[in-house]
């Protein structure tokens, strides 16, 4: 695909550090890039639409809006009704400001962004940049910016199912130290890592903040979770079909039902 026309998106806001390394990887594919991305921080908002509150659409600069809304939000109106011409070619979600891995991609949206754009028939790419959750902690963006590109041109080359939504991740290392890229499944952790952090406001009032911590996995060779701990960038190829065959088999066995269509 020569030049393509790309839209970004992200969930971290329109002002977001890993926007711009988004934006660098996007250079390297075209110069036709536009930009659609919440006017906020929308980190865990998922896939979710702003259905009770209007949208306001701001222009900041020449092909770049800031939506106040979620990035399910700033896709749609990107795709629909920011760009007049004709639709975009590839959507980017990213880079985002930690890995989205595991279960976390149930509640991304970053990964919503890329699911929303393979929604409207375009390839649609998320991507994430991991680092530990720790003060004073510094970003290795330039991993994500040295590998975004290549890897993209890889995935456009090899094509994918209109159904299926590419989620990368790159790992908390130095560009020179990063292991190798592996296409992966979606992990699960044995241990749980959000949790609701109860404090107690200047009035003697409880208030709750949700966070995430460290706690020590043991995930499965071949999944997301485990390229990451290991130093690898991982690949996984995501669809929205959330269907467990195994299960509906059985049940379709005892309470009834019709055979899924092919």
């Known amino acids: 695909m020569k030049n393509p026309r790309i839209l970004l998106t992200n969930d971290d806001g329109i002002r977001a550090r890993g926007l711009q390394s988004l934006r660098k990887i996007a250079a390297e594919l075209s110069d036709d890039v536009w930009i659609a991305a919440p006017a906020e921080e929308q980190s865990g ?8 509150e209007p949208l306001r659409v701001r222009k900041v600069e020449d092909r770049a809006y800031a939506i106040t809304g979620t990035p399910t939000d700033a896709v749609l109106m990107g795709v629909q009704d920011l760009i007049t011409d004709r639709k975009p070619d590839l959507v ?61 041109r890889k995935l456009l080359e090899e094509g994918w199912p209109e159904d299926v939504l590419i ?11 990063v292991a190798e890229v592996e296409v992966t499944k979606q992990g699960w952790r044995d241990q749980a890592i959000v949790h609701a952090d109860k404090r107690t406001d200047p009035r003697g009032m409880d208030y709750y903040w949700i966070g995430f911590r460290g706690a020590p996995q043991s995930p499965l060779e071949g999944d ?39």
């Open 45 to 52: 908002a998922g896939r979710s639409l702003t259905l009770n």
């Open 92 to 152: 980017l979600s990213g880079v985002n400001r930690g890995a989205n891995i595991a279960e976390d991609v149930t509640f991304s949206g970053t990964v919503a962004g890329a699911m929303q754009g393979m929604q409207l028939g375009i390839p649609s790419i998320a991507l994430s940049q991991a680092y530990p959750y720790q003060p004073n902690t510094v970003i290795r963006w330039e991993t994500a910016e040295t590998y975004g590109a290549p890897i993209i």
């Open 167 to 177: 989620n990368i991740n790159f790992p908390d290392r130095d560009p020179d130290d």
């Open 224 to 262: 997301d979770l485990h390229a990451i701990m290991g130093g690898r960038i991982s690949v996984t190829p995501l669809h929205v079909d959330l269907t467990h065959m195994e299960t509906h088999h059985r049940l379709r066995g005892v309470l009834g039902g019709a055979p899924p269509r092919k």
